[in-house]
């Protein structure tokens, strides 16, 4: 894959990382920094997505599940605002 990328396909990730929200705080996820890298392959059509979120260390059932929610919601939002950003690529989250 492509280590480095065009200056435009910077710019849709960068505004789908402002556009999807952490579902609490309404905070964008490229202002939390939630997502490591992004690699992108213009001739593999793919995208894979490397988040920061990390597994939840609670002890307490109830707030281990509202994490893995919370994570689940983001990485479904992302995966989502990727593919119709990027259309006909493969768009893959890793967590």
Do not use: W
């Not at 990390?54 to 994570?71: F, G």
Request: glycine share 2%.
């Amino acid at each position: 894959m492509s280590a480095t990328m065009p200056l435009p396909v910077q710019r849709k990730i960068d505004s789908v990382l402002q556009r999807v929200k952490e579902p609490e705080t309404l905070r964008s996820i490229g202002e939390l920094n939630l997502v490591r890298r992004v690699r992108y392959s213009q001739s593999e059509k793919r995208l894979i997505v490397f988040m920061d979120i990390a597994d939840p260390r609670s002890t307490c059932m109830v707030c281990s599940l509202v994490t893995e929610h919370l994570r689940s919601s983001i990485q479904r939002e992302l995966q989502r605002e990727m593919e119709r950003e990027f259309p006909g690529f493969t768009v893959e989250i890793s967590a």
